[in-house]
Nanobody, 121 residues
Framework: QVQLVESGGGLVQPGGSLRLSCAAS????????MGWYRQAPGKQRELVAT???????SYADSVKGRFTISGDNAKNTVYLQMNSLKPEDTAVYYC???????????????WGQGTQVTVSS
């Protein structure tokens, strides 16, 4: 079993910054990629940013230039630095671990429980 624990959400004023963290623990041999998704009220969950184990990153157009994803493979941890936050960034942010391979060679995807980010004055 694998657990993803997120932290770092909260309330911030427009233009402010927050840093999200997500640590994966449990029966992990390798992880293909980790990423962040978000879901605002009444909207579908959408991709925010991803990073592969090799360090390749991708971003939603709406966050390019403002958000930066980074990772620590040794700690199975991913971070999302969010700058210049806007009210439309308000959502529950979910961490995802893609194609997690267990020591028994089974592969699953995992999700965190979500952390609320609210951008408001």
């Amino acid at each position: 079993q694998v657990q993803l624990v997120e932290s770092g959400g909260g309330l911030v004023q427009p233009g402010g910054s927050l840093r999200l963290s997500c640590a994966a623990s449990g029966s992990i041999f390798s992880i293909n990629a980790m990423g962040w998704y978000r879901q605002a009220p009444g909207k579908q969950r959408e991709l925010v940013a991803t990073i592969t184990s090799g360090g390749s990153t991708s971003y939603a157009d709406s966050v390019k230039g403002r958000f930066t994803i980074s990772g620590d493979n040794a700690k199975n941890t991913v971070y999302l630095q969010m700058n210049s936050l806007k009210p439309e960034d308000t959502a529950v942010y979910y961490c995802n671990a893609d194609k997690v391979r267990s020591p028994w060679n089974r592969i699953y995807d995992y999700w965190g429980q979500g952390t609320q980010v609210t951008v408001s004055s």
